[in-house]
């Protein structure tokens, strides 16, 4: 999935097209060319129920993709000629109203062939968006004769950084994927509606939104209204988004899904990201930024109430971990390094991608929070994803409800009173004879932890003050052995360090775990977790 090439799409499938008389199923909602323009001038009911209906009924019915065909000057174009279609803003919807929200369009294209439906409902009735190449530019790409092309996506843009500038603050382009951010960020990484077969050998499936209603904003709200259809050779359904923009910009998320096939491989909430390097992870790496990532670790809140981090890799092989757990509170791929000199890339500006978080609403029962890490050579192509999957197979000819709020944020908090990891480093040991003699080898890793917040700063006075016994590291490894485990102050106030060696002897795969504790054995840090791997 190419970043550069807008949330590449053209791993996704087909689109279904349906022509059906208008009297025949709520299917007639897709209209062909010649209904909508009736229902351009008349319009159509819609509703709360108006999608999910939708939804049911394409499950009901065997998938069909649709055509993809373009004139071959929009298909056989390339990235750059791509680019450089460009929606005129002049044409927004409701610009014109001067209203807290306008939409703009992304034209069919190059990887972006498929069309997607898109409506806007006023005062419960929906009338398709009209497309005309009028409303684009097309620089070095022909501008094409054809007057009913229709759109590949749109993007909304409200005043989140000031008053008088409309920024654009979330696009869905590309099967089912959508990205967004808050105040003063810029894109990085992606949701996606649902994840079907994620790494499976025999190949993943891309469901598609193959429509969108986009109901028209009130004058000074602060929320906007969207609703989509999905649809995929495995299940259908609807979602509907209400975004709130600002200095984090909110997504609540309803989905009602209908499989058309048990689905046992099923990715809930999916979130999609690049992580090619950092301090602990650089073999082979020459490149003069201190890291390239859009986010460093997957954070967890279980059920239990317990804070996990789990910092990133790029590794050699695909790798796949499972979180598993009991109505999670939250998980979600954060960027916690952001100071620019982080990364010391001033065109990238990797200091300033949004985290996304998680929130589930309501009971998601059983289940596990998997993380794939998909080797990467480059930082343009996504190889992260995270979602969460029910441990019981999604059964055909259901409804099943998942609703989630979605936080593109900077730094979304916990438990306050838990100090955060801020870094890890890993490296070998510099002197082998550190380690007892029996644990010693020539592949033994040092691991350094820095933690900062929450309490430390207290803990950390108290035991200079020999008030308080200091804190120290408790530090678990599922193979290999771990010794010189070291817990000590920071070099900054409110920080501390935890360090360890490692000697992986002939062990593949070691999971480790490490967290800081008070004197009695409270937790003073949130829990760290980490996958070594030969």
């Known amino acids: 999935m190419d970043r550069r090439e807008l949330l590449i799409a053209g791993l996704s499938l087909p689109l279904a097209a349906l022509a059906r008389p208008a009297s025949a199923s709520p299917l007639s909602f897709l209209l062909d060319a010649g209904a909508q323009a009736a229902a351009l001038r008349v319009g159509t009911p819609f509703g709360a129920e108006t999608v999910p209906a939708l939804a049911r009924e394409l499950a009901a019915q065997p998938f069909q993709p649709a055509s993809s065909a373009l004139p071959e000057a929009l298909r056989g174009i390339g990235y750059d000629q791509y680019r450089d279609i460009r929606f005129d803003p002049s044409h927004s919807l409701w610009r014109a109203e001067d209203w807290p929200f306008q939409a703009q369009f992304f034209h069919r294209g190059f990887l972006h062939a498929q069309r997607v439906e898109i409506y806007e409902v006023v005062d419960g009735i929906a009338r398709p968006v009209a497309y005309s190449p009028d409303l684009f530019s097309f620089g070095a790409a022909a501008k094409p004769d054809d007057a009913d092309l229709g759109f590949a996506g749109f993007r909304l843009h409200a005043p989140i950084n000031r008053p008088d500038y409309f920024d654009e603050v979330c696009a869905f382009l590309g099967a089912s994927y959508f990205r967004a951010v808050g105040r003063g960020q810029r894109y990085g990484l992606s949701a996606r509606g649902l994840a079907l077969g994620t790494a499976d050998p025999a190949g993943e499936e891309f469901p598609v939104f193959k429509a969108f209603w986009l109901e028209r904003p009130a004058p000074g709200a602060a929320q906007i209204r969207v609703h989509a259809l999905m649809d995929s050779p495995s299940a259908a359904a609807a979602f509907t988004f209400v975004i709130d923009p600002g200095a984090d910009t909110v997504f609540d998320v309803s989905m009602r899904l209908y499989p058309r096939v048990d689905l046992a491989r099923a990715g809930i909430a999916p979130l999609t ?225 935890i360090a360890f060696e490692l000697d992986p002897g002939s062990d593949p795969v070691i999971e480790l775990r490490a967290r800081l504790l008070g004197a009695d054995g409270t937790p003073l840090s949130e829990t760290w977790l980490y996958r070594w791997t030969a």
């Open 273 to 497: 990201s690049m992580f090619q390097f950092d301090a602990g992870d650089r073999v082979g790496i020459d490149d003069y930024r201190a890291a390239v990532h859009d986010s460093d670790g997957l954070a967890l809140l279980n059920g239990a109430g317990e804070q996990l981090w789990r910092p990133l890799r790029n590794p050699a092989s695909v790798q796949e971990s499972l979180f598993l757990d009991r109505q999670p509170r939250g998980f979600g791929l954060m960027q916690r390094k952001r100071a620019f000199n982080d990364y010391g890339d001033s065109e990238a500006r990797y200091d300033l991608r949004p985290s996304a978080w998680v929130e589930p609403q309501g009971d998601w029962g059983d289940g596990a929070v998997h993380l794939f890490e998909l080797p990467t050579a480059d930082e343009y192509h996504d190889n992260i994803v995270a979602f969460w999957r029910p441990r019981k197979p999604l059964v055909a000819a259901r409804e099943h409800r998942f609703d989630y709020r979605l936080h593109w944020c900077d730094r979304h908090p916990w438990n306050p009173l838990l100090a955060r990891v801020e870094a890890t480093r890993v490296g070998a040991v510099v002197s082998a004879g550190r380690l007892p003699t029996a644990a010693a080898g020539a592949g033994a890793r040092r691991f350094v932890i820095d933690v900062a917040g929450g309490g430390l700063q207290d803990a950390a006075a108290a035991a200079a003050a020999a008030a308080a016994p200091a804190p120290h590291a408790e530090v678990d490894a599922s193979a290999g052995r771990v010794a010189n485990v070291v817990a000590q102050p920071g070099a900054v106030a409110g920080t501390w360090r």
